[in-house]
């Protein structure tokens, strides 16, 4: 009866919880209720696989190119987050005057633009063209268009609107949209409190005479086509319409949050596990059955029987724990790794428990920047561990670049992006103050919290062997084909990577073709899979370079856990043919740049999972047999 009255109790104070930046907005009659727009961005019109990005610029609404009504005074910006930076957001007011219940259906005029040049107009024919889409905002909602899954047949809302029309009869002549149909949907909590529950646009082009006489929200007239040789005038205007609706602010989002064909997730998932169980229990019984009989046979020799030749993997016992090459570099990557893994982690657990609400903007994006400048610990720790494993004497130096050679890499690589967005006059570009932002989360925390964990790991030192080393290095014989590291990465990444591409279709698709993606729970069960795969395929990789009789295993777990970056790789290229329609020099290099990022973070995470399992498992093996 107690755990009964706490749970009532529980559930009587829980409508009064709300999350930070997610507390609804009580409107009273003849409030003002904001509109924000925010950049335009490219968009795939439909998930057709005839239709295709053909950007990967942003554009901030107040572009002057574009010539939309700005407030008076000019337009002020929102202050906005970290992650909502990072990814474009510029949102800023606009002149549209809405006000709670008022002015149902009445046809209003914006403003009109005069004399727009011809490289203005050209330059608002090409962003229709390329399918671009205005993004708009009330009270954290975004503004979309009512869509029909052709799979499912279910209506939900896709954000965003499109600029014009370039389908049909109208390919080669596009036509603006300059009227917007708005329709809010709103919710009575309590009688004289009203809630905003849903945004819909429906854009339309409306033709005709531009300058002069009363306004017409008639959207069965002619469209307005813009001719790109001389000076043009556009009239823009909108009609507002209230709608009451049964939706509860708290789940207002559910229209928005549609998962396209939810059966392709359970497949891949599905996929995925039986791909995972298979080899988990094939690695099982190889280990098993070879290795349990390899121990029982080493162990049973007596010791004061003649001395009997080792063969296969405790023939190089002696060197198996050898030092590698470059052992610094190794263990800087091994370092960097866990770090973004932990990142990721803990970023996916925050997303499950839905404390990323996504009216909170960037909200992603600034908890796995906040957690990867506090995980600094964690990189420097299992860095300086690793590398006082495997022989490293030099402490101060490895705790120096651990804290600062991945990160610039990645800063550079951003840095050089970011110039190709500057000249592409994209709005996405990162502002100097968010770099600088970046630069002190960086130095300011990553970087002492990894000198710290440098600090513990090195006074915690190597992890002990259990086998000596020989002084003299034995000969390696020649490895089959199928294991020269090269072969072995490629292989070893196709079931990794068979595990996850289907997601990896979403979540391509949420980064390049501004999507939003929500289907966490897959995405975290998806990343535990190939963590698992990861980690299971190096293992037995490792196992058979061993027999092999080829004992510098480090760098070949490494390469072998992160083959599935290789295959990421392909992939991306693959989308880009089939879903990508880059023209500009430009949008090219920025696709190529965030694949390789993509790849890069892919490579470090798995192949840090991969070196660590290989690690665990020939200790454990080592340690099973009897070394004379």
């Known amino acids: 009866m107690s755990l009964l009255a706490l749970w009532l109790a529980f559930a009587a104070t829980s409508q009064a919880f709300y999350l930070p930046g997610a507390a609804p907005h009580d409107f009273k009659t003849n409030e ?24 990967m610029v942003n554009h901030d609404y107040y572009d002057s190119r574009f010539h939309f009504c700005a407030p008076s005074g000019g337009p002020t910006y929102q202050a906005e987050g970290l992650g909502s930076v990072l990814f474009g957001d510029r949102i800023a007011n606009s002149p549209y005057d809405i006000r709670m219940l008022q002015d149902d259906g009445v046809c209003k005029q914006l403003c009109i633009q005069r004399d727009i040049p011809p490289d203005d107009v050209k330059f608002i024919n090409d962003r229709i063209k390329e399918d671009y889409a205005l993004n708009w905002l009330i009270d954290g909602l975004p503004a979309a268009e009512i869509k029909i899954d052709l799979r499912t047949e279910e209506t939900f809302y896709d954000a965003g609107f499109n600029l014009g029309n370039n389908e049909g009869s109208y390919r080669d ?45 008639n959207t069965d007239s002619e469209p307005l086509i813009l001719d790109e040789s001389k000076k043009q005038t556009i009239r823009y205007t909108y009609r507002v319409s209230w709608n009451e609706s049964d939706t509860a602010w708290a789940t207002r989002w559910d229209n928005y949050l549609h998962i396209f064909d939810p059966r392709i997730h359970w497949f891949s998932l599905v996929n995925s596990i039986v791909i995972v169980v298979f080899l ?40 198996v724990f050898r030092t590698p090459q470059n052992p610094l570099i190794l263990s800087i990557m091994v370092g960097n790794g866990s770090q973004i893994s932990a990142m990721v982690g803990v970023t996916l657990v925050f997303a499950l428990f839905g404390f990323l609400s996504p009216s909170n903007r960037g909200s992603i994006a600034t908890v796995m920047m906040v957690c990867w400048s506090f995980f600094g610990v964690i990189g420097g720790y299992v860095s300086s561990r690793v590398y006082a494993s495997l022989g490293g004497t030099d402490n101060r130096k490895n705790a120096f670049l651990t804290a600062t050679c991945f990160p610039t890499a990645i800063f550079a690589i951003i840095f050089l992006l970011n110039l190709f967005l500057l ?31 440098s600090y513990f790991g090195t006074k915690h030192g190597g992890i002990r062997n259990p086998v000596r080393v020989n002084q003299i290095p034995r000969q390696i014989p020649p490895a089959p084909k ?18 996850a591409f289907v997601e990896l279709y979403f979540v391509l698709s949420s980064l390049f073709a501004s999507r939003a993606y929500y289907a966490f729970g897959f995405l975290a069960l ?15 990789f490792t196992y058979f ?13 490494f390469l072998t856990g992160g083959g599935s970056a290789i295959w990421l790789i392909a992939y991306g290229l693959f989308y880009w043919a089939t879903r990508l329609q880059l023209h500009s020099f430009s949008n090219v290099v920025l ?19 991969g070196f660590l399992a290989s690690y665990w498992a020939i200790r454990k093996l080592y340690t099973s047999i009897r070394i004379d």
Request: charged share 15%; with cysteine; hydrophobic share 45%.
């Open 482 to 499: 199928y294991l020269t590291p090269w072969i072995a990465t490629i292989l070893s990444g196709i079931l990794p990577f068979g595990a």
């Open 591 to 609: 696709y190529l740049g965030y694949l390789l990022l993509l790849a890069l973070f892919d490579f470090v995470v798995t192949g840090t999972i």
């Open 32 to 55: 003002s209720v904001p509109l924000l727009v925010n950049a335009l961005t490219p968009m795939l019109s439909s998930s057709s696989e005839e239709v295709k990005l053909k950007s």
């Open 545 to 557: 370079i061993l027999c092999a009789e080829e004992y510098r295993w480090h760098w070949r777990a």
């Open 173 to 217: 002549q596009p036509t603006l949209n300059n009227h917007y149909e708005i329709v809010l949907k709103y919710h009575k909590p309590t009688a004289d409190t009203y809630r905003v529950v849903g945004v819909l646009v429906w854009p339309a082009s409306i033709g005709g005479q531009q300058d002069s006489g009363s306004p017409s929200c």
């Open 423 to 453: 000249t592409a006059g994209s709005s996405g570009a990162v502002p100097f103050g968010t770099m600088l932002t970046i630069v002190l989360l960086w130095f300011g925390i990553s970087s002492p919290l990894s000198a710290i964990g």
């Open 526 to 540: 998806t990343a535990g899979v190939v963590g698992l795969t990861t980690a299971t395929v190096t293992i037995l």
């Open 280 to 319: 988990c229990v094939m690695v099982s019984m190889i280990l098993y059955r070879n290795v349990s009989r390899d121990i029982s046979r080493y162990n049973a020799i007596d010791v004061s029987e003649d001395v009997q030749e080792d063969w296969g993997w405790k023939l190089v016992h002696g060197e």
